[in-house]
C-alpha cells in the first residue's frame, strides 16, 4: 500500500467541470452552462452535509448532497490557511453492494478535491475508480490491507444489445474513443442481472440501476433513462461507456446494509463464497 499526493491548479479543476455535463445528465440534472453548473453547487452548499479532512496545513471540505436511492452530488473547497478555493463539484452515487480492494494505492489530487484508488478486486482484475467520500473518511479507514468499497459506474452510454459478450477495461486503452478520458472511464459489456426505475427527487427525471455481470466483475450501472439505448430486460447483453467511482464503507456501514438474502444473487454465488484456497 501507499498513498501520493500530488497537488494541481485550480484552474485547471474549473476548465474541466465541462466534461462533467453527460455525467451529471446520468443523475438526472442538466448542466447545458456554467450557470447551470453553478446552480447544483449552490444547492449543495445549501443542502449539503458537511465534512473535512485535515492535511496539515490544508484542509478539503467536502459537502454531501444526498437525493435519496444512492444519488449524491459533491461540493468541496479546498482551504489553505484562511483561504478558501472552489475545488470540484461531481456527480455521485452510493451503491448497494460491496467489492473487496486489495493491494490498493490511494493517490489524492489535493487542489483538485479528487482522490483516486487504484487496486485488485475479484482476484485479478485491476480497477481505478473516483473515491467519493475521502472527507467522510478517519486515517484508521486506510490502515488496513482490505478496502470494502462500494462501486458504481455512471454511464456517459449505455446500448441494450441482442448479442451477448463480456467485457471490462479501462476506456484509455482502446483506440478510437475521444480526447480527455479520465483515467477511470472503463467500457463494459455484459448481462443484465436485475434492474430498477429510479427518479431524481429534485429534476423529476427518469434514471435507471442496472446490475450488470461484465464477467470478471459485477457492476453497479446508473444512466438516465433517456440516454439508454433499447429495451432492458434480464438476461439481455449491454455495453456502456462509465465513469467508475466508489465510496469507502466502514465496518459499522456494511453490518447496517444486511437486509437477509438477496434474490438477485445467483444461489452458485453462495457456495463459491464458502470455497477454501488451498
Known sequence: MSKQIREQTVEQS??????????????????????????IVEQVESNGEWTQLQRGETALHGRCWRLGDGLEVW????????????????PAFRSRYVHRIER????????????????????????????????????????????NVGL??????????????????????????????????????GRVMAWRDIRNPVT????????????????????NRQAL???LKVGAGITANIWLQGHLLEHREISARYEGVDRDVEPADYWAALRKDN
Open 152 to 189: 458504481a459506474g455512471i454511464t456517459y452510454t449505455a446500448r441494450v444489445n441482442a448479442e451477448l459478450y463480456y467485457h471490462f477495461e479501462l476506456a484509455e486503452r482502446l483506440e478510437g474513443l475521444v480526447d480527455n478520458l479520465c483515467e477511470n472511464d472503463y467500457v463494459i459489456g
Open 14 to 39: 474549473l476548465a474541466d467541470t465541462s466534461a462533467m455535463a453527460e455525467l451529471f445528465e446520468a443523475i438526472g440534472f442538466e448542466v447545458a452552462d456554467e450557470r447551470s453548473y453553478n446552480a
Open 204 to 223: 423529476s427525471a427518469e434514471l435507471v440501476w442496472i446490475y450488470v455481470d461484465a464477467g470478471v466483475i459485477r457492476l453497479e450501472v446508473l444512466a
Open 229 to 231: 439505448d433499447g429495451q
Open 104 to 147: 490498493w494505492e490511494l493517490v489524492e489530487y489535493e487542489e483538485e478535491g479528487e482522490a483516486t484508488v487504484r487496486g485488485v478486486v475479484s482476484g485479478p482484475t485491476e480497477v481505478v475508480f473516483e473515491l467519493q467520500n475521502l472527507t467522510e473518511l478517519k486515517d484508521e479507514a486506510f490502515r488496513q490491507p482490505q478496502l
Open 75 to 90: 461540493s468541496l473547497l479546498y482551504q489553505r490557511d484562511a483561504d478558501f478555493y472552489y475545488a470540484d463539484c461531481r
